[in-house]
Structures are given as C-alpha cells and as structure tokens.
C-alpha cells in the first residue's frame, strides 16, 4: 500500500520503522472525532467555494457512512497507514474514489490531531463531571443517614475529638466538589478551536476558522496557529486535575480499608465490593479501595510523563508530541473505572454506628472538653490544660477513663469541677457542642447538608424536596 506520503520517497518504510512510528493502535479511540472534525472542515470547504458544494456533500456523506462503520467495529484499522487520521482518508479513498484526496485541502494532521483531542477530552470531561455528581450524591446520601453517628476523631491517626460521621462524609464531599469545579473551569480551554491553523503557520486557502468552530460547537478559536497546533496544556491541566481527584480518592480509600479491618470494624464494604483469599477462606479483602489507592499512581505518572515530553519542545508540532495520547487515555480510563465503583461502593456500605460509639467511650477525646469547662469558669486555658493534663495522667494510672473518675478525684486536680462534668464529658455532649460554622454538631452539619443539597438539586442529580 502507498503511504498517502510517499511522493517524495523512493523507498519503502522500513517496516520496524512504520511499527515504531505507528499511533493506530491508541488513536483509533479518537475515530469519530476525528470524522466529526473532518465533516465539519469539508463543509466549510464547500461553503466557502474552497472546493466544488457537490464535492464536499460527497465527502462528507462518504464520511458518515464510515462513522456508522466504525461505530459497528468494521472498520480494519492498518499500521501501515500510521494514525487515525491516514487511516480514515485510506476508508474514504476506498468508498468514494480520487475526489477523497480533496478533504486535506487547506488543513494539517497537526491541526487535525489537537482538534481530535480537543473532542475528545472535551466528551469524557463531561462524563467525568456526571460521575462525579454520582460520587457526591453517594457521600451526601450517607451523610444524612448519619448525622448523628459518633465516629473518633483523629489527628495523627491517635484520637482527638469526637466528630459526626456524616461530618467525616462531607469532607470528602467538599474535596470532590472542588475537583468537578477543576474540571468544569478546565473546560474553558478545552473547548477552543486549533481546527485551520494548518500544519503551523496558517492556510493560503481562503478558509473560514469561525464556521468549522461553531460546526463543532467550539466555543472560541486559537488566536496564533503556532500555540494552536503545539499546546497540549489542556491536557496536562487534565492530568493535573485527575492527579489531585485521585489524591482524594485514595485518601478516602485508605480510610474505607482501616475501617474495615479488625483493629477498626467502623464499617463493611458490601460483598460484590469485595473479593477473598484463595488460600485462606475467612478472608473479605477491600481490593477495590486499595486498587483505586493504588491507581493513583500511574495517573501523576501520567501527568509527569507529559509535563517531561513538553518541556524541551521546540515550536511547533514534533513527533514527540504524539506520546501525548496513551497517558490521557488511560488516565480518562482509569477515572471511568475508579468513579461508578466509588459512588456504588459508597452507597452499600454498612456503617457499624456501636462499634464507633463503643470506641468513642474508650478513650479521653473529650479531654478539650472539660480544659473549655475549666477555661469558662475563669481558668487562664493554659492553665486549665495543664490541670486536665495531669488529670488524664491520673486517669491512665488508675486503668479509667474521664467518666469513671469520682467527684472527690476530680476535685483533687481543680475545686471549680462540679457535677456538671458529667454531662460535659459524654461524647454526644461533646460532638453537639461544636456550633461553631463548619464544625460538627448536627445543627452545623444540617447547614453543610443543606448548601451539599442544594449544589446537587443545581446539578439535577437530586430531587428537590
Ligand atoms: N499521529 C500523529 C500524532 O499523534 C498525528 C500528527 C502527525 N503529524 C505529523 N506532522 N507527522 O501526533
């Protein structure tokens, strides 16, 4: 087969080369875009005269029928015509005769390949941002359910304070939301033309940037086609983005896989969330938290790979530009896995509400508590912590916890202890009693639980009540 190049060559690619140099077998994930890019380049072809109206509708039908090819997978992709964008041309020469050879007129595979990109991410972004929702409507939905759940506190994994479960849920919540922003502002330079910046430098066609941008439903052009045809930002700024969801996930995944195991028992994983051991049959592993932990990794590799192909490129197009693809999509991969499996593993958790009320009553995370009790009554609250310090001492000493100690022993660190001590340290008292905005009692966690509803009924992913 003649390369759709070849007139300047006298000899065969050597085939290790062709194979090395191939991007087929990755970029055909970006076939119907780049038919989508094509038709709505040779319509603008057709409309501004550039080439003969009936022409351009023949090549353009040509095209929607090798869309429906490859939507039904008969298209036979070959490497010997490299890319994706060779490759179509090839199907359409084969379908329609020499008139296919017009379609290239007064564009580049440079132009062609960042608007194929372009597309592309600009669909999966928005997937993306959908599964997102679905993520926070899981977290937001268990929250509610658990409002009043006491779950310790921790800071530098030893316990500190108790805090409402739903609190801990909504963290995540908050995270998550700053990531669909992310990826929501992101798309302001995703969604911007490079389509007719031609190889480098512009066309001498009389071409018209502004149609084929409103074709494709872009909201802006490229103002240089220099930057047009070599940037590739917006998809760093996707790795980067990705990175940063990822960090969120798999801190919440580390936190699912502690709670699960025995030390912890706070929740269960549903069983289709989990898988076992074929060695030792008690076994219900957490593999999904930890591989979503673990495939945080290849995302930043992703990201990495990408800011160190950039970094020493020339203007404009390299080759080199073409290990752009695999990092995005697997990346865009690894987040239509990750998403849908979070929101479900999400929303069938047990949560073991004892077990974390029993634990919150074995320990002395309501210290703060009785320092604030002793600093009310005029106590300087260096000096209360001290007081409190020696009496949590005291405590350990006696093998008891805050609430076992008697009047008369309490007495012994502070007279301005008073009976109300008691209801001072129960862990419900202590939770309720940070109002403050954003902390955890459940009339602050009922105001976070309703901005989280109202953000989610903008999003239309829950009903208004
Ligand atoms: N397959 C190429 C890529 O992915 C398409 C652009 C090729 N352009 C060129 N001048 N060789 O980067």
Request: proline share 3%; net charge negative; glycine share 6%.
């Amino acid at each position: 087969m003649s390369k759709l190049w070849g007139g300047r060559f006298t000899k065969a690619t050597d085939h290790l080369v062709e194979e090395y140099t191939a991007s087929i077998t990755f970029d055909q994930k970006m076939a119907l875009h780049d038919i989508q890019g094509s038709i709505a380049h040779v319509t603008m072809l057709g409309e501004t005269g550039i080439i003969p109206q009936d022409e351009a509708k023949q090549i353009a039908a040509g095209l929607q029928q090798i869309e429906k090819k490859v939507q039904k997978g008969e298209v036979q992709f070959s490497i010997e015509d490299e890319d994706i964008h060779m490759n179509i041309e090839r199907q359409l020469h084969e379908l329609i005769g020499p008139v296919a050879g017009k379609l290239h007129t007064g564009r580049s595979r440079n132009d062609q390949v960042a608007t194929d990109m372009h597309l592309y991410l600009r669909d999966k972004v928005e997937g993306i941002i959908e599964a997102l929702q679905q993520v926070q409507l899981a977290l937001y939905e268990q929250a509610v359910e658990h409002k009043e759940t006491i779950l310790p506190g921790y800071t530098h994994l030893q316990r500190a304070q108790p805090i409402s479960f739903a609190h801990h849920l909504l963290a995540y919540y908050w995270m998550i939301q700053r990531d669909k922003e992310r990826f929501q502002e992101s798309m302001k330079r995703i969604n911007i033309s490079p389509l007719g910046a031609g190889a480098l430098a512009g066309t001498t066609f009389s071409i018209d940037r502004r149609r084929t941008a409103e074709l494709l439903q872009f909201a802006k052009v490229y103002p240089n086609s220099l930057d047009a045809v070599s940037d590739r930002d917006f998809i760093i700024e996707f790795l980067a983005n990705a990175s940063l969801l990822m960090m969120h996930i798999s801190r919440l995944s580390e936190e699912l896989i502690l709670w699960m195991s025995q030390e912890f028992q706070f929740i269960e994983l549903d069983d289709a969330y989990c898988t076992g051991s074929s060695i030792m049959p008690q076994k219900k592993n957490p593999d999904v938290p930890e591989l979503l932990r673990g495939k945080t990794g290849r995302v930043y590799g992703n990201l990495i790979s990408l800011l160190t192909v950039m970094k020493g490129l020339p203007l404009a197009y390299n080759k080199d530009l073409q290990e752009d693809k695999e990092g995005m999509f697997d990346t865009v991969e690894t987040l239509e896995g990750a998403l849908p499996l979070l929101a479900g593993m999400l929303a069938t958790m047990k949560v073991k509400k004892e077990k974390m009320q029993a634990a919150v009553c074995k320990d002395y995370s309501n210290a703060t508590d009785i320092a604030d009790y002793l600093a009310t009554k005029g106590i300087p609250f260096r000096e209360a912590h001290r007081i409190v310090g020696e009496t949590v001492l005291y405590a350990i000493s006696q093998g008891k916890y805050l609430l076992d100690l008697s009047m008369e022993e309490f007495q012994r660190f502070s007279p301005q202890f008073q009976e109300d001590v008691y209801v001072v340290l129960q862990p419900q008292h202590v939770m309720a009693a940070r109002r403050s905005e954003g902390g955890t009692s459940p009339e602050a966690v009922e105001q976070q639980l309703n901005l989280a509803a109202h953000l989610l009924q903008e999003d239309g992913v829950l009903k208004h009540q």
